[in-house]
């Protein structure tokens, strides 16, 4: 013979027609191509031969022109035959490197972490700042009439009290840069507990059951806090955020079935609280800031902190705070003594008769939540 | 294990050369699944990193290299099946995908007329969605040289959708299991193999016992842990343990319905002489799904591919597939036609939505 040897390759041959399968042996002969052993022998031209693309050491499929089909082991005479994809070869050949996988763990690692910690504070700023303060408010709006309609209740403080709180806002309010609409909206929610919220636009509700368990003079330190919130757009970002670390972990865990997937919510969780500790610090040095210009102490925020933590849990923008959105309790405490160290406030006033202050000192008995209704 | 003495014994058959005698009429058809963890693992990060670098565009390729992986890995009597699709059109189907998505959060944050307009929208694609995802993975799957076909209509599943909702909606959700039946079965019975129909028998009677036993034991543990939750309320504690509660119920009412779906699902379903039957153990399957979630989050995600690769290897080993009449129903449609035209039928309506 003159010719070459040819490289053969054994197959199963399916017509396209039936199930049944013919073993046969396709001939690689320079640039032809021969399927020996079908009831007819054909013969192709290399080139019009396509092969799907390599998944590591599975089986794997040659097209011919006349719609045959055969299903061969996989091996390297295959590498000669056109590949049916363009684009999954080289990936394909990515996946066959235990190095590239290390480096893709690290790439994909690393990625995920300067998306994190720098691309999504930074879109989250972007975006904030093109969102205008309308449409911000109507965001606020929402979220307060939710809180309404499923968690809290109007106010049952008597009006001298919610006057010394509004008069308090007022003050610090004032000293907002840039000026702010900020509005604070007073409810009854034993369920919440003792809490305020700064929603997106500068709503600020605060229960009041934390006005009973802190004083008037506390809770203004502590709207103060929800101010610099507000300052900084922190819920608006925070939207923002938490739509981009959902939309990262929907990509790493799209393969996952659902209910395995909600697991993998439980690091977004935590992710998303981590965000919140930034956030509060930066509130709470703003809100620091915000009552020394008008008089008051920071001293006041340590104490009406000391006291919500005696008494249980303080959480602060929703779910989140279940996995520990605040900074702990201690070094807050600790930053806003700092704050009032040598300072003279000029606040409160005097005022005739001042009820919450005649609460005893020892907040650790819980306050019967039944009280107040 | 018995799966890899089945496999044997069919890799010996497959290999005995004589085509295979379409005269037997009744026997079990071997089904293997051959994919592991660690060579999954590898696929997926490369992929995942791409994705990421790319900003999800490559997340179509991503998704090809998987269906691929799970069809080439998947063996009926020793063949595998075969994944054809291509990845622009999922691509676009994506990008479809996720304009809908920001139109949907867009209109539920910002409330008002646009949350309207999106849900009314998004009840008038749905049935075209469904159907045209139907279609291009049926078109894209094939098996020994054979397509599967959808001939399903837009108008037909808009029908059993609309009913569907009806349905459930005049019984206060009680009639779901119906409505369930009724959707699965338009799409099952207008899925073919080789010119062989399938057919889907199970009535809403059958899907009825596994929904109110779910949704009963939902509502007792949702009452236990409602008492809690007020309990707790009340003394000021913190309501995690609560969420945790709630999250476990939902998790065991999840994987035991979908056991008990899956398996009424297989056993009312057949293709022509092909029988199915899926022998899912709920047990089994609020295991898998715990030790799964408890895997991917404890490794912040890098578990995923190995929990994939459990779940499926779990249902093919208690898949069977029995052959009951003759193969030679099964005869090639214009299978090279679909061949030649694989790119060009990807027009704008070639699109696939599903994960
Ligand atoms: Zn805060």
């Known amino acids: ?373 | 294990m018995s799966g890899a003495e089945r496999a044997g014994s069919a890799e010996q058959e497959s290999s005995s050369g004589a085509p295979r005698a379409p005269e037997v009429e009744q026997r079990s058809l071997s089904l293997v699944f051959k994919g592991n963890a660690r060579d999954y693992f590898r696929l997926w990060i490369v992929n995942l990193c791409l994705t990421l670098f790319t900003l999800g565009i490559f997340s179509a390729w991503a998704k090809v290299r998987r269906k691929r992986y799970f069809y080439s890995h998947t063996e009926l009597e020793g063949i595998p099946f075969e994944y054809l699709a291509d990845p622009i059109p999922i691509l676009k189907g994506r990008l479809i995908g996720v304009v809908l998505l920001a139109l949907w959060y867009a209109g539920t944050h910002f409330s008002g007329p646009l949350l309207l307009g999106v849900v009314v929208v998004g009840a008038v694609l749905a049935p075209w969605v469904m159907v045209r995802s139907a279609a291009f993975n049926a078109r894209y799957s094939a098996y020994r040289n054979l397509t599967f076909h959808f001939a399903g209509t837009y108008r037909g599943a808009a029908y059993r959708l609309l009913e569907a909702a009806l349905i459930s909606f005049v019984t206060c959700g009680f009639g779901y299991p119906w409505a369930l039946a009724n959707v699965r079965r338009y799409f099952v019975a207008r899925t073919s193999f080789g010119g062989v129909w399938a057919t889907y028998t199970a009535r809403g009677g059958h899907l009825a016992r596994p929904f109110y036993t779910m949704v009963g034991g939902a509502m007792l543990g949702g009452a236990v842990v409602g008492a809690m939750q007020f309990g707790s309320a009340r003394l000021g504690r913190s309501v995690t343990p609560t969420l945790l509660a709630l999250y476990v119920l939902y998790g065991v009412g999840y994987a035991y319905f979908q056991a008990r779906l899956g398996r009424l699902n297989w056993g009312h379903s057949s293709l022509g002489p092909i029988d199915f039957a899926a022998d899912f153990r709920a047990r089994d399957f609020i295991w898998l799904y715990f030790s799964n979630a408890v895997a991917i989050a404890c490794s912040f995600g890098l578990l995923v591919p190995w929990a994939s690769i459990r779940m499926y290897r779990y249902r093919i080993a208690r898949l069977s597939v029995e052959q009951v009449g003759s193969l030679s129903d099964f005869v090639g449609e214009s299978r090279s036609a679909v061949r030649a035209t694989g790119a060009e039928v990807a027009d704008l309506f070639d699109f696939d939505l599903s994960l």
């Open chain 1, 1 to 373: 013979m003159t010719h070459s040897n040819p490289t053969r390759v054994s197959a199963e041959l399916f017509d396209g027609q039936s199930l049944l399968a013919q073993p046969v042996c396709l001939e690689l002969d320079g640039e032809a191509a021969r399927v020996v052993g079908a009831e007819a022998p054909a013969a192709f031209a290399l080139s019009s031969l396509r092969v799907s693309p390599r998944v590591f050491n599975a089986q794997r499929f040659v097209a011919l022109p006349n719609g045959w089909e055969l299903v061969c082991a996989e091996q390297p005479a295959l590498a000669r035959l056109p590949q049916a994809s363009s684009s999954e070869g080289p990936v394909a050949w990515l996946e066959q490197r235990i190095s590239v996988a290390v480096f893709a763990v690290l790439a994909t690692i690393a990625g995920v972490v300067a998306f994190y910690f720098v691309g999504l504070p930074r879109l989250a700023d972007a975006v904030a700042t093109r969102i205008p303060p309308e449409r911000e408010r109507t965001f606020g709006e929402g979220t307060l009439r939710t809180f309404d309609t499923n968690l809290t209740r109007p106010t049952s403080l008597d009006t001298e009290t919610l006057r010394q709180v509004r008069a308090g806002f007022d003050d610090i309010r004032k000293q907002l840069t840039p000026a702010s609409s900020a509005r604070l909206e007073v409810r009854d929610s034993p369920g919440i507990g003792p809490n305020a919220f700064a929603l997106p636009g500068g709503v600020i509700i605060i229960t009041d059951q934390l006005i009973l368990t802190c004083s008037v003079d506390e809770s203004i330190a502590i709207l103060a806090h929800e101010l610099g919130h507000v300052r900084y757009r922190h819920a608006l970002r925070h939207l923002i955020q938490e739509s981009g670390v959902a939309a990262l972990g929907t990509l790493v865990g799209a393969d996952a079935s659902s209910a395995s997937l909600s697991a993998s919510m439980l690091p977004i969780v935590i992710a998303q609280a981590q965000y919140s500790q930034g956030f509060e610090a930066e509130a709470d040095a703003a809100g620091f800031a915000m009552l020394r210009r008008a008089g008051w102490s920071p001293a006041l925020f340590a104490s009406c902190l000391g006291k919500i933590a005696a008494r249980g849990k303080l959480g602060d923008p929703g779910i989140a705070s279940y996995a520990s959105s605040h900074p702990p309790e201690a070094d807050r405490i600790a930053r806003a003594e700092a704050a009032a160290r040598g300072f003279v406030p000029s606040r409160p006033p005097k005022r005739p008769a001042d009820r919450v202050e005649a609460e005893p000192e020892n907040a650790s008995a819980p306050v019967p939540t039944t009280d107040h209704e």
